[in-house]
């Protein structure tokens, strides 16, 4: 299985196993990870699971398709390039090892 390392605002990593197919979102919820809300449940409605994509894996991620994810974080605190939703990520072998960086907040 993949893992993500979810690393707190405070510095603090936290690092979880996913099914290929999850959402990073989802493995954030499921695990408990402080500072991912995702209240929506994943619609792209919402903007509460904001994450800064480590820069050596934005090639493997990509950045934020333009519409719906692009919007969401035209609203977020302090987005910028490496700035992704992470209901919008989905896990696969390709990105084990993924390293997610969590803003100072949500809204």
Known sequence: M??????TFAGVPHEVEVENGVSAME??????IPGIDGDCGGVVACGTCHVFVDEAWLAKTGPAEDGMEA????????????SRLSCQIKMSAALDGLVLHLPRRQH
């Open 2 to 7: 993949p893992r993500i390392t979810f690393i």
């Open 71 to 82: 919007g969401m974080l035209d609203m977020a605190d302090g987005a910028n390039a490496r």
């Open 27 to 32: 493995a954030a919820v499921n695990n408990s």
